[in-house]
Every structure is written in structure tokens, then in C-alpha cells.
């Protein structure tokens, strides 16, 4: 292959900095002089403090990136098209809670799920004023205003911003996955290259003050940070200021469980059990279209990173026999670790699994004595709620009004209590 003469690829890269100018008179090159450069500096000082205001509170605050993260099937879009139906009738958060203090509406950027046989009948078995749902099929150009072509960030940012300003009761834009909506020309796996259009992102979500819901396929295999489940680069996760992740529960494979990983902006609220259940809705035409919808069971101890552990561990038999390995040995008092773990190996349940079953279970953890002598003992707090093999709270009574679960909030406590922040 020929060498290209140094002098030509200075000029190449003299143009795609935009430092080349040819002269008509002399066939010189000639230097473009760029601005410049000065930073914008605040004063601390003149910064008026405010508080985070939610959607749901201490799980999407507007303004901000969020992540949800699962695996395909688990039902992550569910969770944030529910969060979406509830708001758009300013139906109860599913912990009880109300957020934002009007309805709201929603705009979706999905890239797998067609409106008419997937997102509206989704959205109208979780109760939602289709009214206030939109649903962004693409976008089109100056030069060619019939053809709609798929949405592209951070290209296409500008066209959401403007949409988003037309619209101004919108505060909920969720986009389905990210990957599908990120450039192929940025590097998923590369911090520098993915970070530049998050930002963007987070900047428009902040002068909208709209929350941005990100969903994202995780990691097949991954057991380790829930941070670091997601797929592609982790500055995902470090733009973000919530992550969240979907997950089978570890004791109920008919269940899944919302937890939150990270949060900059406030505590780390409960994880939140739900079941996918059957939901038919009917059609102009009287058809019936079959989806399903979240029913929200209660709340559960069980973090995110133990999610993602517990893909490790054995499978949900193996989890259930450590259970009533337990209940049955702990069942008539305390019992020495040592010999809870040599029982277990004989039964052939593996030792990690029996211990992250423990927390489960809510087995007190003592210690006796010191040196050689020193013994670790186990024992059941509530042996009437491990008898029930329960691994989460109930949720209050409810009853079903419009799709949503009408009633208190988990471990509320008021009956017409409501938060409104």
C-alpha cells in the first residue's frame, strides 16, 4: 500500500478541525484562529438550595436520569409504563405514596413494542388515561418531511427537547431500551463516548424538569454490583442519579422485586415485590386484546445486589428446601452455626445459599464467648412468620379501582395520608 505524503494528512486533519481555509489569490493554507476558550463559574454563594422534587418518591425524581435494569421478560418496561398509568389519573405510587401533586403526562420512545397490540392495551390494563400517553414514532427532516425515520441520539435530542417543550404537562419520558436509541456511532462500551449524549440528556431532563427513565437489558451471568449489571459501559450508571434493577424474587419464581441500587438524591426506599398477571381489554371492535399488568404484593429485605447473588446460588428448589431446612432446624430454639452448616452440607444445600436464605428469613445472628471458645448461634425472632415462609411484608388491604390499588401505603398506617412533594 502506497504511503500517504505527511503534508496530506495535515490537511485532512487540518479540515475536520475546521483550521483549513483555502485562499482563491494564494494556494497556501491558511490558520483559522479558534475562540477563546473561558468557563463559566458560579458562586456557591449565589446558589438558592432547593429540594428534589418526585414522581415517586425516592424512586423517580424529576429532572434526573433513571435507570431500570432486568432481563428481558422480567417486566421492567411494565414497571415504568405502570408508574405511567398511575400518573396520568395521580393514582397512588405502588408503595401508597402520590408524588407529583397534578397528573401528568408521559411521552415513550420504545423501539420494541408496537403501540396498537403491545402499549395501549398494556397501558390501559394498568389503569392509564391513554390521553395523557404519547407514543414517539420517529422523526422526520426539512428535506424530506414525509419519511419518518427512527429517533437517533444524541442527534435527534434537539427534536425531543422541542416535542417536550410543546408539551409542558409531560414530566415522565421513557426510552426503551437505550441501546436501540443510542447512535451506532457511539462506543456503548466506551465511558468517554457514552457520557457525552447522557449528558445531554440529563441537561434537558433538568430544564424540563422532566424524569428521563432509561431501561436497559443487563449482563446474562452477572453476580456481582448491581451497579454494574447493565449492559454497556458503567458511565450509564454514573450519569444516572437513580439505578434500579428487576428481578425474579430469590423465593418466588411467580414474583419479581424492584430494588434500588444507587441513589444521589435520597435514601434507598424499600424493594417492592410485584406478580405479572393476566389482562384482557377490549378493542373498538369489540375484540379482546390479552396483556397483563403489575399487581403489587409488598415489600421485601432483599437488596439489589443479593438479586443479582443470588443467580449464583442454586435454583429456587434448592432455595426453598434451605428454607424448611432451616424453619426445622431453628424451630425449638437456638441452634450452634457450626452445626447448622454441617447439616446443611449433608442435606446437599451449599453454604451460601443457606446464609443468604437466613437474611431472608430474618435469623438473629449471636456470638458467645472468646478466642477458641468463641460460638456462633442461630435463631428464628418470629418462628409464627417463618413457619409462613414469608420473605416480605403485606401490603395493606386494597381494593381495585381503575386498575390501580387503591389504599394506604406499605406500612403507611393513614388512611388518607398523601405526600405531595
Not at 8 to 15: N, Q, S, T, W, Y
Not at 78 to 106: E, Q
Not at 121 to 134: F, K, M, N, S, Y
Not at 195 to 204: F, I, K, S, V
Request: net charge neutral; aromatic share 4%.
Amino acid at each position: 500500500m502506497r504511503r500517504r505524503h505527511p503534508a496530506d494528512l495535515a490537511r485532512e486533519r487540518l479540515k475536520r478541525e475546521g483550521r483549513w481555509q483555502d485562499d482563491e489569490a494564494v494556494s497556501t493554507p491558511q490558520l483559522v484562529k479558534l475562540p477563546t476558550a473561558r468557563l463559566a463559574v458560579t458562586d456557591l454563594s449565589s446558589v438558592k438550595a432547593k429540594p428534589v422534587r418526585w414522581l415517586w418518591p425516592n424512586y423517580f425524581p424529576l429532572g434526573k436520569l433513571v435507570v431500570i435494569d432486568g432481563l428481558p421478560g422480567q417486566g421492567k418496561s411494565t414497571v415504568a409504563f405502570d408508574v405511567a398509568a398511575r400518573g396520568s389519573t395521580r393514582a397512588p405510587m405502588p408503595d401508597g405514596m402520590i408524588g407529583y401533586g397534578a397528573p401528568f403526562s408521559t411521552l415513550i420512545l420504545s423501539y420494541e413494542d408496537d403501540a396498537a397490540d403491545t402499549l395501549r392495551p398494556r397501558l390501559e390494563a394498568a389503569g392509564a388515561d391513554v390521553r395523557a400517553i404519547g407514543i414517539i414514532q420517529g422523526v422526520s427532516y426539512d428535506d424530506n418531511a414525509e419519511s419518518t425515520m427512527p429517533v437517533s441520539l444524541p442527534k435527534d435530542i434537539e427534536a425531543v427537547d422541542t416535542e417536550l417543550g410543546n408539551r409542558p404537562d409531560v414530566r415522565l419520558l421513557i426510552i426503551d431500551p437505550i441501546t436501540a436509541a443510542i447512535s451506532s456511532d457511539v462506543d456503548m462500551h466506551r465511558d468517554q463516548d457514552v457520557r457525552r449524549p447522557l449528558a445531554r440528556l440529563a441537561r434537558m431532563a433538568a430544564e424540563r424538569q422532566v424524569c428521563i427513565v432509561i431501561v436497559r437489558h443487563v449482563r446474562k451471568g452477572h453476580g456481582g454490583n448491581a451497579i454494574y449489571a447493565g449492559g454497556g459501559s458503567v458511565g450509564i450508571s454514573g450519569q444516572a442519579r437513580v439505578v434500579m434493577i428487576v428481578e425474579q424474587h430469590p423465593e418466588d419464581p411467580q414474583s419479581a422485586v424492584l430494588a434500588v441500587a444507587k441513589s444521589n438524591v435520597g435514601p434507598i426506599p424499600p424493594s417492592l415485590t410485584f406478580r405479572k398477571v393476566p389482562a384482557s381489554v377490549p378493542t373498538d371492535d369489540q375484540e379482546l386484546v390479552h396483556t397483563s399488568r403489575l399487581e403489587w404484593t409488598g415489600v421485601t429485605n432483599v437488596s439489589a445486589d443479593e438479586l443479582l447473588q443470588a443467580r449464583g446460588d442454586g435454583g429456587p428448589g434448592e432455595r426453598r428446601d434451605a428454607s424448611e431446612f432451616l424453619r426445622e432446624m431453628l424451630l425449638n430454639g437456638r441452634a450452634e452455626r457450626s452445626q447448622v452448616m454441617s447439616a446443611a452440607r449433608d442435606a446437599g444445600i451449599s453454604g451460601r445459599t443457606v446464609d443468604r436464605v437466613a437474611r431472608h428469613l430474618g435469623v438473629v445472628k449471636q456470638s458467645e464467648g472468646f478466642g477458641a471458645s468463641k460460638r456462633a448461634y442461630w435463631s428464628l425472632a418470629n418462628i409464627a412468620q417463618s413457619r409462613q415462609g414469608r420473605s416480605f411484608s403485606p401490603m395493606p388491604a386494597m381494593t381495585e379501582i381503575g386498575g390501580h390499588a387503591q389504599g394506604g401505603g406499605i406500612g403507611d398506617g393513614k388512611d388518607d395520608a398523601e405526600r405531595v412533594l
